[in-house]
């Protein structure tokens, strides 16, 4: 069974940072595709980066410069590094896992979410 | 505003068969690319519905059905339940941005 556990979240002050963690289980992260999602307050999904199985990095630009995902095969755990933190950066962040069944590549495996708050 | 729309809000009787559109251009589902559904229930994370515009993943009813033509897909629900009450996404990809794109989302209600 795939398992996808998300932490780290919290509050943090505008300008701030914070590192999001996923551990999986049921699954090596590095032979898969990893990404992050977010969804702010009552507003719909947004796509924030993606890892792929050969260590390439995709962000798209309200992140691009800012957010950083890694993995570590020892942990078997994606992480998403978070600076320079903005009030509209607050959101529920799930972690995903892209399955290559089309193009683009759907999501199939989610976790429950760690919930980041930036405000002052 | 989402380069993907979708109709804010659906409803329908338990039973009855509703649509969700999600209308794109050129440079996203006309361009070719494959559209996927997500169910969300409120409180809990979204779950892979539909894949590659018309595929279910094991264990999804196939009440739920998709499809694409032109710049458009849209999700189909038959046989409506009141567990089919969430939110529906779609998903796809677009030339000018890099990576995914999401619709605004759709919440259905059963009457």
């Known amino acids: 069974e795939v398992q996808l556990v998300e932490s780290g979240g919290g509050l943090v002050q505008p300008g701030g940072s914070l590192r999001l963690s996923c551990a999986a289980s049921g699954i090596t992260v590095n032979d898969n595709y990893m990404t992050w999602v977010r969804q702010a307050p009552g507003k719909g999904l947004q796509w924030v980066s993606v890892?792929?199985?050969?260590?390439?990095?995709y962000y798209p630009d309200s992140v691009k410069g800012r957010f950083s995902i890694s993995r570590d095969r020892s942990k078997n755990t994606v992480y998403l590094q978070m600076n320079s933190l903005r009030v509209e950066d607050t959101a529920l962040y799930y972690c995903a896992r892209a399955t290559v069944a089309a193009t683009p590549l759907p999501l199939d495996y989610w976790g429950q979410g760690t919930l980041v708050t930036v405000s002052s | 505003q989402s380069v993907l729309t979708q109709p804010p809000s659906v409803s329908g009787a338990p039973g009855q068969r509703v649509t969700i559109s999600c209308t794109g251009s050129?440079?996203?589902?006309?361009?070719?690319?494959?559209v996927h559904w997500y169910q969300q229930v409120p409180g809990t994370a979204p779950k892979l519905l539909i894949y590659g515009n018309n595929n279910r993943p094991s264990g999804v009813p196939d009440r739920f059905s998709g499809s694409k033509s032109g710049t458009s897909a849209s999700l189909a629900i038959t046989g409506l339940q009141t567990e089919d009450e969430a939110d529906y996404y779609c998903q796809s990809s677009d030339n000018g941005l890099s990576g995914w794109v999401f619709g605004g989302g759709t919440k259905l209600t059963v009457l």
């Open positions: 050129s440079s996203n589902i006309g361009a070719g690319y494959d």
């Open positions: 890892i792929y199985s050969d260590g390439k990095t």
